[in-house]
């Protein structure tokens, strides 16, 4: 299992569940940040808004359609698991719990697929540690 500085230098997508069009939210400081460290983060939400930071959003991971290296996870903790399935069936290789979310049930549903898995961490902050 590669450790989350690992994950952050390889990867190159990222798509980012829960993703906000709302400045003030988590999320949307979080996608600007890795947009501006030249990542292709992708934002999944529901169909509420089209595009967040310039970049249109899409419904599920299912709808990405490049390799997806990381999944960014800003989700209620009831929908993680959720969440850790959807990232197995687009080939996702990392799944990432933001702050606060940690989930045996994710934890065992990315390790039995062969997804490297990090929760209770920002992926801005272990990025702004790597510089």
Known sequence: MRSPEEILREA?????????????RPSNGV??????QGYDVIPVRPRDCDEIHGVPCVASLAEIDRPIDLVDV???ID???DVAQEA??????ALWLQ???SSPEARTIAAAAGL?????ECTAIVH???A
């Open 12 to 24: 190159k997508t990222i798509a980012l569940v829960g993703a906000s069009p709302k400045p003030d």
């Open 31 to 36: 996608m600007r940040y890795l947009l501006a």
């Open 74 to 76: 800003f989700r209620r």
């Open 79 to 81: 929908a993680v698991s």
């Open 88 to 93: 197995v069936a687009a080939g996702a290789k």
């Open 99 to 101: 702050l606060g979310l």
């Open 116 to 120: 490297d898995y990090v929760e209770d």
């Open 128 to 130: 702004r540690q790597l």
